[in-house]
Each structure stands twice: as structure tokens, then as C-alpha cells.
């Protein structure tokens, strides 16, 4: 038997549960972990074999489209907002959703002309922020609420925006295959396993930290929405480089 680690991130930990983690590491045959930031916290730890596996959702391939996902004639391009309540638990969420609800109410009073705006979730367990988030935009500008899950079989939905933005990887990382350009929205700081992924593939222009001026975050989304096209190329390009990478390494791991 060989036991394989993969597709995963991890750290911080307490000295005892870094013990632990490298004893367990000793019976491990291939250690793999899906970003940079978490590879070099493994190898400081002790962790020599540790390597890079990119998250399988890069090689994901959607199986079903709609038939007809054309915008209605005259209707404003769509931004979907999906968003969780925090990052860490250890973490005060009130302060977390503070400066989150903040930063996005600003960002749809600066494109409440230009863009449609709607709310929806992934994850069942988001469903109450998501009401939240929805019934304070409701009270200043236009907004609609998707109150149904979006799950694999209803992801197609994501291809009706132009943009969405979220704090959770997989709702960025699957709506791009829809042709919806993610723009991730969180403290950049504490969320390392989004910040890592995005920046070993090259995407951090599309990390806004909530900790940031809220002026020079409206001045990158701007930025984004300008170059939407640039920045889905880059993301597609990061697929085909990562599905082949995924595909190696489970070669080697199989024949080895």
C-alpha cells in the first residue's frame, strides 16, 4: 500500500499539530499540496517531499450548457455576487462582514448604472449571508436573489454574468468555465489558500482585498471589467497549463 496526500492546503498550525503532521508525513509516498504558500509552510515543518498538485477544479470539464443563455434585448450585462460570512473561525466574523458588506455596497453604487446585480450561493450553508447580503442592497439600489443552490447540474447559470465576485475558490474557479471572469473579494491577508492559488496562476490583478482603500479597489475593478477578456484568457490559459501538469504528475504517480 502506498499512501498519497494530494490536492490540499494547509497552515497554519499549532506546534503539536505541525508534530503530528510530520509524523503522519513519514508513511506518505507522494505529498502533494495545491499552492506555493502552503508547500513552503510543509517544507519549513520538516516535509522534504512535498510538492506542487494543482486543484483538480482547474481540470474540471463541465459536461452540460444551456441551450439558450442569450441576454434579453436591452438588458444591462449581469454581475452575480456569491459570497460565505468569514474565513477562519478563529477569526471575528462581524468584523470580517463589516468591512466585506462595505466594500461590496460601495462597488454597486458605483456600477448600479452599468451592470444588473444578483445574488446567489454554491455552498447550502451560505444561504443566510446570502439573504443578508441581498436584503441590504435591496435598500439602496436594484438587486435580484437566485434562491435556488447553484450545484454542478446548474452551473451554466454563471455563463448569464459577466463577472462575479466572490470569497470562495471553487465559485471562481467554476464559473470560469462558463466564460464568467471571477474577481475574488476578501481579506487578502487571512484568506492564503485563495491568495496563494490565484498568484501561482497568475491572477492576483483579480484579488481585491477588503483591507485595502476603498477607492483604489473601485479603481481596480474598473481596471478589470475594462480588460474582462484579457484576464479570461489568462485564466483558460492557466487550465490547459494545469490540466497537462495534472495529468503528468498522476502518470508519474501510477507508474512509479
Not at 142 to 167: C, G, H, K, R, W
Request: positive net charge; aromatic residues 10%.
Amino acid at each position: 500500500v502506498r499512501i498519497i496526500k494530494i490536492g490540499f492546503s494547509i497552515g497554519p498550525l499549532g506546534r503539536m499539530a505541525k508534530a503530528g503532521e510530520r509524523f503522519r508525513a513519514l508513511f506518505i509516498r507522494h505529498y502533494y499540496v495545491r499552492d506555493s504558500i502552503s508547500l513552503r509552510f510543509v517544507q519549513t515543518m520538516g516535509i522534504k517531499q512535498a510538492k506542487l498538485f494543482p486543484d483538480l477544479c482547474w481540470s474540471y470539464q463541465p459536461t452540460t450548457y444551456p441551450q439558450n443563455m442569450d441576454i434579453p434585448s436591452g438588458e444591462s450585462p449581469k454581475i452575480m455576487l456569491s459570497f460565505r460570512d468569514g474565513v477562519h473561525s478563529e477569526h471575528s466574523t462581524e468584523t470580517y462582514q463589516d468591512s466585506l458588506v462595505s466594500l461590496l455596497s460601495q462597488f454597486v453604487h458605483a456600477h448600479q448604472e452599468q451592470y444588473r446585480f444578483q445574488v446567489s450561493f454554491q455552498v447550502a450553508s451560505d444561504a443566510t449571508f446570502s439573504e443578508f447580503l441581498y436584503t441590504h442592497i435591496k435598500s439602496f439600489a436594484p438587486v435580484s436573489f437566485m434562491t435556488e443552490q447553484i450545484d454542478l447540474a446548474d452551473a451554466f447559470q454563471y455563463q448569464s454574468a459577466s463577472l462575479v465576485l466572490t470569497n470562495r475558490l471553487h465559485v471562481a474557479l467554476l464559473a470560469a468555465k462558463f466564460g464568467c471572469l471571477p474577481v475574488i473579494v476578501t481579506d487578502i491577508g487571512r484568506h492564503v489558500k485563495i491568495k496563494g492559488i490565484f498568484q501561482d496562476a497568475g491572477l492576483h490583478p483579480l484579488l481585491l482585498d477588503t483591507q485595502q482603500a476603498p477607492t483604489d479597489n473601485l479603481t481596480r475593478l474598473a481596471g478589470i471589467l475594462t480588460n474582462r477578456q484579457v484576464y479570461l484568457a489568462k485564466i483558460q490559459q492557466a487550465e490547459k497549463t494545469y490540466a497537462q501538469l495534472s495529468t503528468n504528475i498522476m502518470n508519474h504517480i501510477f507508474s512509479s
